[in-house]
């Protein structure tokens, strides 16, 4: 995943949140861009799970932005975000298990219906009581 980083763009920008007077001045905030489309590094099934994952981190282009901006320091917030990007291609490369459909067994079939006759005899037991008063 190591050749993903030649293909990641970082820009410092100013952050808001803690950092005092100094948040005005520096730049802390970090914002990672990784264009989805046009990575070479990987496969389609991937991109799209990757797309998925991202939600409306992705904008139109196919690019991913995401901002780390916790920290107060330049170089922790640039570790956070390389991080996450890093965990979610990790959950898109990831392959989802296929459902496998089966066949409800004999006994599952025959312990509903009795569960739905027991049932009705009960609330049939909450009918008006005949008879001449």
Do not use: C
Not at 38 to 48: Q, V
Not at 50 to 55: P, T, V, Y
Not at 66 to 83: G, H, M, V, Y
């Amino acid at each position: 995943m190591k050749n993903l980083d030649s293909e990641i763009q970082l820009e410092y920008i100013r952050a808001s949140g803690p950092g005092g007077q100094n948040v005005n001045k520096v730049a802390t905030a970090v914002q990672l861009r990784f264009d989805i489309f046009h990575s070479p590094n990987l496969s389609s099934d991937t991109k799209g799970r990757l797309i998925l994952l991202a939600g409306k981190r992705v904008n139109a282009d196919g690019v991913l932005i995401l901002e780390s901006k916790r920290f107060r320091t330049q170089e922790q917030n640039r570790e956070d975000a390389i991080a996450k990007f890093y965990e979610l291609i990790q959950k898109a490369s990831v392959k989802p298990k296929v459902r496998k459909q089966t066949k409800a067994t004999k006994a599952s079939k025959e312990k509903r219906l009795k569960a739905k006759k027991r049932d009705s005899e009960i609330k049939k037991l909450r009918g008006k009581v005949g008879g001449n008063w």
